[in-house]
Nanobody
């Protein structure tokens, strides 16, 4: 089983909403200290979007705060990213990732995460 698999990306217009899903294997989900979403636009570095701890604490990048919501369904081993009021600047490949050993203070750093999905493309047109 693939540890992490994203879905839900697509082509939308500015102002629209999308919900990304990340299906995690039972092991990836249960062993993670926190789970997050990152994104990478063409020609740019991968950047932090949102993170959710096992206890439910969350952190968001300033660029998405108030528009995006991260959540999970532990019974189904699913991680979600609800994205509202999408902007053209949100266009990127979105990745979900889990951190099994890192500490919470490193939550926004990509190198804190040890398991990554393949990504799902989100394109927002003006």
């Amino acid at each position: 089983q693939v540890p992490l698999e994203e879905s839900g990306g697509g082509l939308v217009q500015a102002g629209d909403s999308l919900r990304l899903s990340c299906a995690a294997s039972g092991r990836a989900f249960s062993s993670s200290r926190f789970m997050g979403w990152f994104r990478q636009a063409p020609g740019k570095e991968r950047e932090f979007v949102a993170v959710l701890s096992r206890s439910g604490s969350s952190t968001y990048a300033d660029s998405v705060k108030g528009r995006f919501t991260i959540s999970k369904n532990s019974r189904e081993n699913m991680l979600y990213l609800e994205m509202n009021s999408l902007q053209t600047e949100d266009t990127a490949v979105y990745y979900c990732a889990t951190a099994g050993r890192a500490i919470w203070s490193s939550q926004t750093r990509a190198d804190a995460y040890d398991t990554w999905g393949q990504g799902t493309q989100v394109t927002v047109s003006s």
